[in-house]
């Protein structure tokens, strides 16, 4: 059930939402950075927005590395994700595959802990869905966001996270909704590398949420350090989205 102390994270959604819902939608989906210039404009339709009010922005910028062209997030304090809005088929290509590079954990930082939930790297991903087959606190946290803020929130969020709070495969609901869940790929044993990683989406909604996924809204990255404080950078590759028979998972 969430409360009033998850309001942030209601701020959080409701901010990254609201500017995303006109947002045009051209091409393929996915995030292609390796074509791009280093030192260059972030592609157009991809939005850096703050998780609440007042937060400091993470800095995320296009750099060289290893011969190709990525994207180098800065966290200092700080805390927003650079989103897309939701124009993928998961009927059709269910699967994502990215590539990252974390450059360690952050000190005291802990995804089962409210006060100490950050990570140096995370895929987001809102999604839409049934908000009357909710529990109704869940429901009325839902009215409380629509009364305050004047936007809907995604019905859930799944989130692929690097962490050391628990162990490669591990699903952390987050400390304030169970509508938010996190799902970690990377953890401490993988600072510093860069990652090549496939998950089926659809399929890893189906297996947190116990039901098939409805659209995709919103999806993004994000680095994070505005909880603990703590000052991280992460690198990330192309995000693309493939069809099912491309899933490792």
């Known amino acids: 059930m969430m409360t009033i102390r998850a309001l942030p994270l209601v701020l959080y959604a409701t901010l990254l939402l609201a500017p995303l819902s006109a947002a045009a939608q ?44 990525v994207l180098r997030a800065q966290a200092n304090g700080s805390a927003s994700a650079l989103m897309h809005a939701g124009d993928v088929d998961l009927s059709r290509t269910p699967v994502v595959a990215w590539r990252w ?12 802990d409210g006060a100490r939930e950050d990570a140096p790297a995370r895929l987001v991903f809102f999604f839409d869905g049934d908000s009357s087959k909710l529990p109704l606190g869940d429901r ?21 996270v690097w962490s050391t709070s628990a162990a490669p495969g591990s699903v952390i609901p987050n400390p304030h909704t169970g509508r938010v869940q996190m799902i970690v790929v990377s953890g401490a044993d993988d600072a510093g590398k860069w990652q090549n990683l496939r998950r089926n989406l659809a399929r890893d909604y189906e297996r947190v949420f116990h039901e098939p996924p409805g659209p995709l809204k919103a999806y993004g990255i994000m680095s994070d350090t505005d909880n603990t404080h703590a000052a991280t950078r992460a690198w990330y590759g192309d995000i693309r989205f493939l069809p099912a028979t491309a899933a490792k998972d």
């Open 140 to 160: 009325a946290a839902m009215q409380l966001a629509r009364t305050m803020a004047g936007e809907e929130l995604p019905y859930a969020t799944l989130m692929y």
């Open 26 to 69: 051209s091409g393929k989906p996915g995030l292609v950075v390796s074509q791009r210039e280093p030192g260059g404009a972030l592609p157009a339709d991809w939005k850096n927005l703050p998780v609440a009010e007042g937060k400091a922005r993470t800095e995320y910028q296009l750099v060289a590395d290893g011969g190709t062209t």
């Open 101 to 112: 590079k974390a450059e360690g954990a952050i000190p005291g930082a802990d995804n089962r």
